[in-house]
C-alpha cells in the first residue's frame, strides 16, 4: 500500500478564511512532505516534517502554517491567503528524509485551493 | 547542485504509435532517477525508478526507461501508447547522498494521445 490521502479535495476560500488541508499516510513513514504546483509547472517543495519535526521550510509565507500531530498525519493551516496562492497542494512522504536506495517519495492526490 | 530538462513540453502521438520522452540531467554526483505521472487533476504517481543495477527499468503498464550515464539521460519509451496514458510526465532526479528534499523535477512534458 502506497497511499497518502489528502482532504478536502477542493477548498475555495476568501482572503479573510481560515482553512486546514489534511494528509494522512499509514505506511509508516518518517519524513512528510508539502509541495505547492501551480498550473503547468513542476511541483515546488515548501516544507519537509521528519520524525514530527520540521526540518525545513522553503521561505514559504507565514499565512501558510504547517503542522505534524503524529507520524501519521500533516495538517497545512491556511491564513489570510491571496489570490495567487490557488494552486494544488501535494503531500508526500518517504521512509525518512535521507536518499537512499528505495527510499521513494510518495505523492498525494492533492488538493485544488481557490482563493478569491 | 543538479538539474533536469524535459525539452519536449508536448509530444502528441497517434493511439497504438510508439512514443518516447526525453530525459536529461546534470548532477556532480551519482542520482537515483524517476519518472512521475500525473493524469488530468490527480496528483502524482511514481511511473518507475532507477535506484542501481540493471540501466533498464519497467512499470506495470508498459513503460521503459533506459538510464545512460554516458549521456546522463533517462529517456521514457513505450511502444504503443493507449488513449488513457493521456497525461503529464515528469522526469526527476534526487542526489544519492543528500536529503529527499534535493528531488529535483523537470518542467514536464505533455503527452497528447490522437485517437
Known amino acids: 500500500d502506497t497511499e497518502v490521502t489528502q482532504t478536502p479535495k477542493h477548498l475555495v476560500m476568501g482572503m479573510t478564511n481560515k482553512k486546514s488541508l489534511k494528509c494522512e499516510q499509514h505506511?509508516?513513514?518518517?519524513?512528510m512532505y508539502w509541495y505547492k504546483q501551480k498550473a503547468k509547472k513542476p511541483p515546488e517543495l515548501m516544507f519537509v516534517y521528519s520524525y514530527e519535526k520540521l526540518s525545513i521550510n522553503e521561505s514559504v509565507p507565514s499565512r501558510f502554517s504547517p503542522e505534524c500531530p503524529n507520524s501519521s498525519l500533516l495538517n497545512l493551516h491556511l491564513h489570510a491567503l491571496q489570490p495567487e496562492d490557488s494552486a494544488l497542494y501535494l503531500c508526500?512522504?518517504?521512509?525518512?528524509?535521507?536518499?537512499?536506495?528505495?527510499?521513494?517519495?510518495?505523492f498525494g492526490e492533492g488538493s485544488w485551493l481557490t482563493v478569491v | 547542485a543538479q538539474s533536469v530538462t524535459q525539452l519536449d513540453s508536448q509530444v502528441p502521438v497517434f493511439e497504438e504509435a510508439p512514443v518516447e520522452l526525453r530525459c536529461n540531467y546534470s548532477s556532480s554526483v551519482s542520482v537515483y532517477l524517476f519518472w512521475y505521472v500525473q493524469y488530468p487533476n490527480q496528483g502524482l504517481q511514481l511511473l518507475l525508478k532507477?535506484?542501481?543495477?540493471?540501466?533498464l527499468v519497467k512499470s506495470i503498464n508498459g513503460f521503459e526507461a533506459e538510464f545512460n550515464k554516458s549521456q546522463t539521460s533517462f529517456h521514457l519509451r513505450k511502444p504503443s501508447v493507449h488513449i488513457s496514458d493521456t497525461a503529464e510526465y515528469f522526469c526527476a532526479v534526487s542526489p544519492s547522498n543528500f536529503g529527499n528534499e534535493k528531488l529535483t523535477f523537470g518542467t514536464g512534458t505533455r503527452l497528447t494521445i490522437i485517437p
Open positions: 505506511m509508516g513513514h518518517r519524513a
Open positions: 532507477y535506484l542501481s543495477g540493471s540501466t
Open positions: 508526500a512522504s518517504s521512509q525518512d528524509r535521507r536518499g537512499g536506495s528505495g527510499n521513494t517519495i510518495y
